[in-house]
């Protein structure tokens, strides 16, 4: 969103698009040191900020995208120009309801260590997209995730015990974002 941001007020037509971001959290972020300073640039930079809204359809013919509101459950179709959607993401079939799931289907693992928090699964790891970190699935978690999980698994197969490499929770923010009203002044403007 911000890249999109920085690029129409560089071409000199951000005054003429209107940004707007729509998120089924109730913040910018789930992590509140970032949510802070993301929900701070949003407000001064001039985007919508929709909060408790998950996109449920979109109309791509006419160009409307459908959202739910969490909190009471109404709908509102808002027209677009450009959408850019992060679907939703949830645990994975094969371990969901599996011993080495939690009760949300995550791959339970301790946070700092990687590693499964039941003892009988000791030599389970998990990060990303499979595991129960309170983070965001993204990327950028994993490119700090893997060398923990790494050094601890490694260790604990040499020597049976696991490292002291710890995740320090570190995550970016995954982008969810409605653009409307992209140069609609102009196109307008075009056509008379």
């Not at 999980?149 to 995740?167: H, P, Q, V, W």
């Given at each position: 969103?911000?890249?999109?941001?920085?690029?129409?007020?560089?071409?000199?037509?951000?005054?003429?698009?209107?940004?707007?971001?729509?998120?089924?959290?109730?913040?910018?972020?789930?992590?509140?040191?970032?949510?802070?300073?993301?929900?701070?640039?949003?407000?001064?930079?001039g985007?919508?900020?929709y909060?408790?809204?998950?996109?449920?359809?979109?109309?791509?013919?006419?160009?409307?995208?459908?959202?739910?509101?969490?909190?009471?459950?109404?709908e509102?179709?808002?027209?677009?120009?450009?959408?850019?959607?992060?679907?939703?993401?949830?645990?994975?079939?094969?371990?969901?309801?599996?011993?080495?799931?939690?009760?949300?289907?995550?791959?339970?693992?301790?946070?700092?260590?990687?590693?499964?928090?039941?003892?009988?699964?000791?030599?389970?790891?998990?990060?990303?997209?499979?595991?129960?970190?309170?983070?965001?699935?993204?990327?950028?978690?994993?490119?700090?995730?893997?060398?923990?999980?790494?050094?601890?698994?490694?260790?604990?197969?040499?020597?049976?015990?696991?490292?002291?490499?710890?995740?320090?929770?570190?995550?970016?923010?995954?982008?969810?974002?409605?653009?409307?009203?992209?140069?609609?002044?102009?196109?307008?403007?075009?056509r008379?």
């Amino acid at each position: 969103m911000w890249m999109a941001w920085d690029r129409y007020r560089k071409t000199g037509r951000r005054d003429q698009i209107k940004v707007d971001f729509y998120t089924g959290m109730p913040t910018m972020f789930s992590v509140k040191k970032y949510s802070d300073a993301l929900e701070a640039l949003r407000v001064d930079r001039g985007v919508g900020g929709y909060f408790g809204r998950n996109l449920v359809a979109v109309d791509a013919a006419n160009r409307k995208a459908v959202f739910k509101n969490v909190a009471d459950g109404t709908e509102s179709k808002e027209d677009y120009t450009l959408l850019h959607v992060t679907p939703p993401m949830g645990p994975l079939g094969v371990i969901k309801g599996s011993p080495i799931a939690d009760a949300a289907g995550w791959v339970e693992v301790d946070k700092g260590t990687l590693q499964h928090v039941k003892p009988e699964y000791g030599n389970v790891f998990a990060l990303g997209d499979a595991s129960s970190l309170p983070t965001s699935k993204t990327a950028a978690a994993i490119t700090k995730q893997a060398p923990v999980l790494t050094e601890n698994l490694f260790r604990l197969l040499d020597n049976g015990k696991i490292g002291s490499a710890m995740y320090d929770g570190y995550t970016s923010c995954p982008v969810r974002l409605l653009v409307v009203d992209v140069w609609r002044r102009l196109s307008r403007h075009q056509r008379e």
